[in-house]
């Protein structure tokens, strides 16, 4: 789920050490179910749905934003070897890099839960992704190839900030094109993953079924099990 963009597999020797590393993250075992790219970097906080107590943050780490960038395919392994070796020799930057993406995210999950609510959303959040985005532009470029023409990021030097602008462009999309109707936070206790409901007749209530679906159902029939036995 790269919104369009191309992500080049380079071939280069990749250090299996630094990968492994970085797949040990549980950022690099969630799951991507919000069906677009911003979606599932909200999606990077677990039980939010009382956003001032949430269960859990993947991205605690740069480690953990180059893991979850990896596995969700808009970095390529030997990127990803690459950030890992460069974050640690600018561990400045990389903290840097950190605050943002998170900083990114907060503005991202307040203001699409303000369009669900059909609310304006706080301007300081917009222009948190303005600013984002705006960086995410100056590293885009357009190439022609035998499908026509198509927008690709600019590689060669190490950004640690890379992976911020595919997830930019994936919110600039969405807000500015996307439909709201269909924005839906899981229907889970207390989850609070946002998703994209695509399902035809629009029912979707979970971010997963076999995770809150069946936590759900489970505690339905034990609240009909008790009231049954009161
Ligand atoms: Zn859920």
């Known amino acids: 789920m790269n919104d369009g963009y191309i992500v080049r597999e380079i071939f280069e020797p990749v250090n299996m050490a630094e990968i492994m590393e970085g797949q040990r993250s549980s950022a690099a075992e ?3 179910v919000g069906g677009r790219l911003c979606l599932d970097f909200v999606n990077t906080v677990d039980g939010r749905k009382d956003d001032s107590s949430p269960l859990g943050d993947k991205l605690e780490d740069y480690s953990d934003l180059v893991a979850w960038s990896r596995h969700s395919g808009i970095v390529t392994a030997a990127e990803a070897a690459r950030l890992t070796k460069e974050s640690k020799q600018k561990l400045a930057t990389a903290n840097t890099v950190l605050r943002r993406a998170v900083a990114l995210r907060e503005a991202l999950h307040r203001i699409f839960k303000a369009a669900m609510m059909e609310r ?3 301007s300081l959040d917009l222009e948190t992704v303005n600013d984002e985005l705006l960086k995410a532009r100056k590293n885009e ?3 022609s190839t035998n499908e026509g023409f198509r927008w690709e990021w600019i590689s060669g030097e190490t950004a640690l900030d890379r992976m911020l602008w595919p997830v930019a462009q994936s919110a600039a999309e969405f807000l500015s094109a996307g439909d709201f109707s269909r924005l839906r936070e899981c229907g889970g206790e207390q989850c609070g993953w946002l ?15 076999q995770d ?3 936590l759900a159902k489970v505690r339905r029939f034990r609240t009909r ?6």
């Open 212 to 214: 809150c679906g069946n």
């Open 195 to 209: 998703f994209e409901d695509t399902s035809r007749n629009r029912s979707r209530q979970w971010c997963h079924m």
């Open 120 to 122: 304006v959303p706080r």
């Open 30 to 32: 969630m799951r991507l």
């Open 225 to 230: 099990l008790q009231s049954s036995t009161n």
């Open 141 to 143: 470029r357009l190439i």
